[in-house]
């Protein structure tokens, strides 16, 4: 528990170090730009993290459909065929899979 809190105390001393250069970015826009331009940014940079978190799930489902899936199938065929348990034959069947994908690629 303790160390939870001291992650906590030092994620807020991070985001206290951050924020200052957004309350000096948000100073700068308004002063350059006015209203408007805040508006602007604020909206520019919402679609760039919504274009960053798209980016990351396509990936994410990316990595589940063409490395988890046929590695778990594989183990399971290696377990049915040879005298090796599930977790011994998962990560061969994972490292065999990403090799495959790179070598594809």
Not at 14 to 28: E, H, L
Request: aromatic share 12%; charged share 5%; proline share 5%.
């Amino acid at each position: 528990m303790q160390q939870i809190s001291l992650w906590i105390e030092q994620a807020a001393v991070t985001f206290g170090t951050y924020s200052i250069y957004i309350i000096t970015a948000k100073d700068q826009i308004l002063a350059e730009f006015g209203t408007p331009g805040l508006v602007a940014a604020v909206i520019a940079l919402g679609a760039l993290a919504i274009m960053l978190i798209i980016r990351l799930v396509k990936l994410a489902f990316a990595a589940v459909i063409y490395l988890v899936l046929p590695s778990f199938a594989l183990a399971f065929l290696a377990t049915l065929v040879l005298p090796y348990p599930f977790s011994a034959v998962l990560p061969v069947t994972v490292t065999a899979c990403s090799l495959f994908l790179v070598f594809k690629s």
